[in-house]
């Protein structure tokens, strides 16, 4: 069964037909359930590529499957990101604010249910070479606010975290380029806080009212 056998033909002739002789046949190659766990074994990479390639079209955050990004940014070593999730209807399910290690954030407020959007807070403003969007969140008596600008190619982003009004702390955000391939970028801050209808931080302020 595992090499090639032999079957008897007779060739025609001038006259009649020569004797017979043999000619080699194939026998199909019995498929071993190693062979099977080899092919299943090179399916599983193949779709394991395609998914990280995918992954790797997606910009670093601390958001889940299934959620959008809204906006992501590098704080050192850690992350600071905005995410949020709709219903098949379109409705806003919930928004975080989340903060920490890749794949450990320390911080994600306001809690995903019940989901209180008024604890949220923002504005943009627009000029002529750039703009300015913030957006707070309040947890408790601390508020974290997330400012990005732009001002002729120039990006900037914090995190400032106050309390009672007054700015405890200000962290550096690292912004992600825009030449991550279609549908990979964050979906903006801007376009977050109209939609939501949260126009009402002050431009420049730090501390949602």
Request: aromatic residues 6%.
């Amino acid at each position: 069964m595992g090499g090639p056998g032999y079957l008897k033909a007779r060739m025609p002739a001038r006259g009649g037909w020569i004797a017979a002789r043999l000619v080699p046949t194939v026998v199909p190659k019995r498929v071993t359930l190693p062979h099977m766990l080899h092919r299943l074994i090179v399916w599983i990479s193949m779709a394991a590529t395609a998914a990280s390639a995918a992954a790797a079209n997606r910009a670093p955050s601390l958001c889940e499957a299934g959620e959008t990004i809204v906006t992501s940014c590098h704080a050192g070593a850690k992350l600071a990101s905005v995410c949020e999730k709709h219903a098949a209807s379109g409705e806003l399910l919930y928004a975080q604010y989340r903060f920490g290690l890749p794949g450990k954030p320390e911080i994600a407020i306001p809690p995903k249910s019940p989901f209180d959007m008024s604890l949220l807070r923002g504005d943009t403003t627009t000029g002529t070479h750039g703009g300015w969007e913030g957006l707070s969140v309040r947890h408790g008596d601390v508020v974290y606010t997330l400012e990005h600008s732009w001002d002729r190619g120039e990006d900037d982003a914090s995190i400032t975290v106050s309390r009672g009004g007054k700015r405890l702390k200000t962290i550096a955000c690292k912004t992600y380029p825009d030449d991550l391939s279609d549908g990979a970028e964050p979906a903006g801050l801007r376009g977050f806080i109209t939609d939501n209808n949260l126009e009402t931080l002050e431009p420049g302020t730090t501390a949602a009212p």
